[in-house]
C-alpha cells in the first residue's frame, strides 16, 4: 500500500481554537504520522503521512477544522520525510 506524504497550510481562524490539539487527535484516529504547528502568519501549518485514504480524510477534516475553527483555505502540496509518530510543534 503506498504511503503519501502531503504538506497543509491551514489559513482562516485556525489559532486560538485548539486546531493542533484537534489535528493530533484526528491524525491518531486515522493512523496519521507527521506533525502540525501554529506559524506566526496565523496559520496552521502540518506535514501528513499515511495511506492515500487517510490522508485524503485527513485533508477533508482540515477543511472543516475543529468545532471553534473557522478554515477560509487549505493549500495541499506534496511533501516527504519519514515519520514514526505525529507531534504537536512549537510555533515558528
Known amino acids: 500500500m503506498a504511503i503519501v506524504t502531503k504538506q497543509l497550510r491551514i489559513t482562516g481562524r485556525v489559532q ?10 484526528k491524525a491518531r ?5 507527521g506533525w502540525v504547528r501554529n506559524c506566526r502568519d496565523g496559520s496552521v501549518e502540518a506535514v501528513i503521512q499515511g495511506t492515500s485514504g487517510a490522508v485524503e480524510a485527513m485533508i477533508a477534516w482540515a477543511r472543516r477544522g475543529p468545532p471553534s475553527a473557522v478554515v477560509t483555505e487549505v493549500r495541499v502540496t506534496d511533501a516527504s520525510g519519514d515519520f514514526a509518530t505525529f507531534e504537536a510543534r512549537p510555533t515558528e
Do not use: H, K, S
Open 29 to 33: 484516529e486515522l493512523g496519521i504520522t
Open 16 to 25: 486560538g481554537v485548539g486546531f493542533r490539539f484537534y489535528t493530533e487527535r
